[in-house]
């Protein structure tokens, strides 16, 4: 199965990057290419077959992912938040899952963080809120976004044992607003803009409690592990695929380039066979730690498992950060200027590399398991 859809993806990855550079201009996915990903399924890689999904394993899922990411970078961002937001039908109502998730070309988007108000009425709570970094947001037919709870009239948030109520809520994208602050240096085409809703009635049905969050469709993918301590595991193929483009870049560059006052090309400087050859064994190493920490999945599920999927992710989005900084730089100065694939590498790994899920710290949240303190932040 892995195979196969990656062929696919392989086979268009020419189309994949020749739209990606025009996302670039546009500061999101042009639509033909949101077209080619809806009609290749992509959307649904982490949906439950119940629903017409694809549900690969996470295996699986993680090797198309890095594909799509190594053909055009805010390709495979988009692609990461859409599937790990529409695998949340797995562990919702399936009634309300159906509704909203059935087919492959489905898409949703939008921000865990409870930056929203939400206060109770009947049957459901009247939503307001403004959210940052809205991934994919733009073409996504049901946004989602974190709020607070709140009683009619009171200015604090309903809490319980573990602090302030939050519930992530279910948004039609048609009573949503979209604000164009998407002026960014990496990551483009990713048109990950701010989003809002004002005094917006939804449901009970559509509100979901991720601090309870259970699976109500039987599979591998989803028994194994909670949601949340999987989500940070499809950050880590977009840096690679970012950094097997760049490797491949570079090294079309290092055997046309002559270096200022060198008789021959970049590929003969020892600096820059230097530079591949650490670059290479970063990202394998990297991939290599990724796909064993997966394999472990299905032997031992529980904290360390999770644990080590976290450490995998991170690591692997920061040996990837090293790879392309150190091929950027031995590119010299041609990295520099546009028609460059390598800059923007450079610039998108590093955006890629400040989320919270897998930036530096999640480093630490993995000593702490290790010394056997709580894990904090990977809960």
């Known amino acids: 199965m892995s195979n196969d859809a990656v062929t696919r993806i392989v ?9 990606g550079a025009q996302g670039e201009e546009l500061r999101r996915l042009p639509g033909e290419l949101v077209t080619l990903m809806r009609n290749e399924g992509l959307f649904s890689i982490l949906t439950p077959r119940a629903y017409g999904g694809l549900e690969y394993d996470l295996a699986t899922a993680v090797d198309v992912i890095e594909a799509v990411a190594k053909a055009d970078a805010a390709a495979g961002w988009c692609l990461l938040k859409v599937a790990t937001t529409n695998q949340l039908s797995a562990y919702i109502d399936p009634e309300v899952a159906a509704a909203i998730w059935t087919g492959p070309h489905i898409a949703s988007a939008g921000s865990l963080n409870p930056r929203g108000r939400a206060v109770r009425a009947d049957g459901g709570w009247h939503v307001s809120g403004r959210w940052d970094w809205g991934t994919a947001t733009g073409f996504s037919d049901w946004i989602v976004g974190g709020a607070m709870l709140f009683e009619q009239g009171a200015d604090v948030p309903l809490t319980g044992p573990m602090g302030p109520q939050t519930r992530l809520f279910l948004l039609p994208s048609s009573v949503v607003q979209f604000i164009d602050t998407w002026h960014v240096h990496g990551m483009r085409g990713t048109g990950s803009q701010d989003f809002a809703v004002d005094n917006v009635f939804v449901p009970d049905r559509h509100a979901i409690d991720m601090t309870t969050l259970a699976p109500r469709q039987v599979g591998p993918l989803y028994d194994a592990l909670p949601y949340m301590a999987m989500m940070m595991v ?6 690679t695929g970012i950094a097997l483009a760049c490797i491949e870049a570079f090294s079309a560059l290092s055997v046309s380039k002559t270096p200022l006052m060198s008789k021959g090309v970049l590929a003969d400087k020892a600096m820059a066979q230097d530079a591949l050859g650490r670059a290479v064994a970063e990202v394998e190493a990297s991939r290599a730690y990724l796909k064993s920490a997966i394999a472990r999945i299905g032997d031992a599920p529980g904290p ?16 990837c950060v090293s790879a392309v900084d150190r091929l950027y730089a031995a590119a010299g100065g041609t990295a520099v200027f546009e028609a460059s694939p390598i800059q923007r590498h450079f610039r998108d790994i590093h955006v890629a590399a400040s989320h919270f899920l897998v930036n530096a710290e999640k480093y630490a949240a993995a000593g702490r398991v290790t010394l056997g303190l709580s894990p904090s932040m990977l809960r």
Request: net charge neutral; no cysteine.
């Open 304 to 319: 360390s498992v999770a644990t080590a999927l976290h450490l995998a992710a991170t690591h692997a989005t920061h040996s």
């Open 11 to 19: 086979a268009r990855a020419d189309e994949i990057s020749r739209l």
């Open 234 to 239: 499809p950050h880590a193929p977009v840096a």
